[in-house]
Each structure stands twice: as structure tokens, then as C-alpha cells.
């Protein structure tokens, strides 16, 4: 059985929820770096306040993951049509605008959010000049974009299932 079709046969298992208990990759990594941290985030609710940095993670993973499904489900003409730099801007702004929008008040300069907004496009720039020499190979196949996967992430706690995406 070749790769694809081990992946398109394999089924994530369910959750059984009265005797296990998830945990996302997030989750795990701030038990590992302070379980006191981990305590206040997912025990005592204590909100972790709006980030510039995490606006811009998500606004450049959305914009490149819809790249991706248009240049290989949709074909090249697709993907060269689209404009990555303008989506990634107005996600960006977006995001960011919604998150000040829910804490009631700005949490960057305008410094800030111009020089976020132009590493993005940088970024962008970069990808888009390189991407046939690392996307573009003859007979490469997306595989899938935010795969469920769900495991135990250490061997002594079997019931503690990590559950998340693969992109």
C-alpha cells in the first residue's frame, strides 16, 4: 500500500470521553515549560491577553493553507491568481482589529502593526519566489491540510489522548 492510500484508509480513533481526557499541542507544551502556568490557563480560566504575534501566525497560516489547497486542488492558474499579499494584509488587520475590538483597547503601535504587516509580505515575497523548488515537485501530492490526529503522548498516561491537526 502506497503513502496516499494509507492515508486516505487511516481513521482516527474516537474519544471515550467517560474514561479519557484530550489535550491540544498547546496544552501539553505549557504543562512542559510550567505546570503553574498550565493551572491558571485551563483550570482557573485566567485569559492569556491578545497578541500581535499570534494575529499575524494566523493570519500568515490561513493565507499560505489557502495557497496551498488552490495550487494543488485547484492547479497553478488558480494559485498565481491569487493575491496572497493582499489576503494576508486584510486577514491580518482583521484579526488584530478583532482582538483590540474584545479587549476594548489597541495592543500595538502603529510601529508595530507596519512592521508586522511588512515582514508578512516579505514572507509572502519569499515563499512565492521559492515555492517550486520546495512545493512544486513533479508527482508531489498535498496529502491533507489540519489532519485530525489523536494520541497518547506519553506511555504511562494511555487515557491522556493529544489531540490536533497536522498541516
Known amino acids: 500500500m502506497n503513502i496516499i492510500e494509507n492515508i486516505n484508509n487511516t481513521t482516527v480513533s474516537e474519544m471515550d470521553w467517560a474514561t479519557e481526557k484530550n489535550i491540544s499541542y498547546t496544552q501539553l507544551s505549557a504543562w512542559m515549560e510550567c505546570p503553574h502556568r498550565w493551572k491558571q490557563m485551563y483550570i482557573d480560566k485566567i485569559k492569556q491577553p491578545p497578541s500581535i504575534h499570534l494575529s499575524f501566525g494566523t493570519a500568515m497560516h490561513e493565507t499560505l493553507q489557502e495557497y496551498m489547497e488552490l495550487m494543488y486542488n485547484k492547479g497553478q492558474q ?26 476594548g483597547e489597541n495592543f500595538a503601535t502603529k510601529e508595530e502593526l507596519i512592521e508586522f504587516t511588512n515582514d508578512g509580505l516579505n514572507i509572502i515575497d519569499f515563499f512565492l519566489r521559492h515555492r517550486q523548488e520546495h512545493f512544486q515537485k513533479h ?29
Open 78 to 103: 488558480h494559485s498565481d491568481e491569487f493575491e496572497a499579499q493582499t489576503d494576508f494584509q486584510k486577514r491580518f488587520i482583521e484579526l488584530y482589529k478583532a482582538d483590540a475590538d474584545k479587549l
Open 139 to 167: 508527482g508531489w501530492k498535498l496529502l491533507g491540510i489540519e489532519m485530525p490526529i489523536l494520541i497518547p503522548p506519553h506511555e504511562d498516561y494511555p487515557n491522556v489522548k493529544l489531540m490536533g491537526k497536522l498541516d
